[in-house]
C-alpha cells in the first residue's frame, strides 16, 4: 500500500467491482482503453490485477481518495505478457479527472517501480488521440519514442510509446 496526500494507492480487491463496473461502463472513460466492458470482462480484469499483485508482486493499485474513501480508478504498474515494456498506467472516474489525482498516483506508483520493483524504464502506452494522457505523460517527464503495439487481443488499437529511464526520473525529481 502507498499513501499519498490525497489518496491511497492499494491492491485491488473484489470490494471494488461495482465501482470498476462504473469505471468501465462509462463510453468517455473506456474509448482509449479498449471500450466499454460488462460485469463479466471487469470481474476478469479485476481479479487479473489482483492475481498478478499474488504472482508477481505487482499490478495496478485501485486509487481511493482519502477525504471521501470512494474507489476513483485504478493506476500504477502493469505489464502482462508480451507487453511492450514496463509500464506504469492510469485511468480514473471521470469526475475525478482534472484533479491532479492521476499525477499524484502515477508519481507515487513510478517511484515505486523504480525504487521497490528495480525497474530501469518505465512506459506509458497511449492513444495517439488521448490528449489528456500524453499532456500527463509530458508531465512526468516522459518523452515520445513513437508508435507501438499490444499484444491480443489489443493488437489493432493504436497506440503510442511514452517513456523515460530510471535516471532521467531521478535527474527530474530532485
Not at 61 to 69: C, D, P, Q, R, W
Not at 87 to 106: P, S
Request: proline share 6%; glycine share 12%.
Amino acid at each position: 500500500m502507498l499513501e499519498t496526500e490525497r489518496l491511497i494507492l492499494r491492491p485491488p480487491g473484489m470490494q471494488d467491482l461495482d465501482a470498476f463496473c462504473a469505471f468501465a461502463s462509462d463510453a468517455a472513460t473506456m474509448t482509449h482503453l479498449g471500450g466499454v466492458q460488462a460485469r463479466s470482462q471487469v470481474w476478469r480484469a479485476l481479479t487479473s490485477m489482483a492475481g498478478a499483485w499474488h504472482l508477481e508482486g505487482f499490478a495496478m493499485f485501485s486509487v481511493i481518495e482519502k477525504a471521501s474513501g470512494r474507489w476513483i480508478g485504478r493506476l500504477g504498474p502493469w505489464m502482462p505478457a508480451d507487453w511492450p515494456g514496463t509500464e506504469v498506467g492510469w485511468g480514473l472516474l471521470r469526475e475525478f479527472e482534472g484533479k491532479g489525482y492521476a499525477a499524484e498516483g502515477a508519481t507515487a506508483a513510478m517511484d515505486w517501480a523504480f525504487d521497490t520493483l528495480g525497474w530501469t524504464e518505465i512506459i506509458h502506452t497511449i492513444a495517439p488521440t488521448n490528449h489528456a494522457s500524453i499532456r500527463l505523460a509530458e508531465r512526468l517527464g516522459a518523452r515520445h519514442r513513437g508508435p507501438g503495439r499490444l499484444p491480443a487481443p489489443y493488437g489493432d488499437l493504436p497506440v503510442d510509446i511514452w517513456g523515460q529511464t530510471r535516471e532521467e526520473w531521478r535527474a527530474r525529481r530532485r
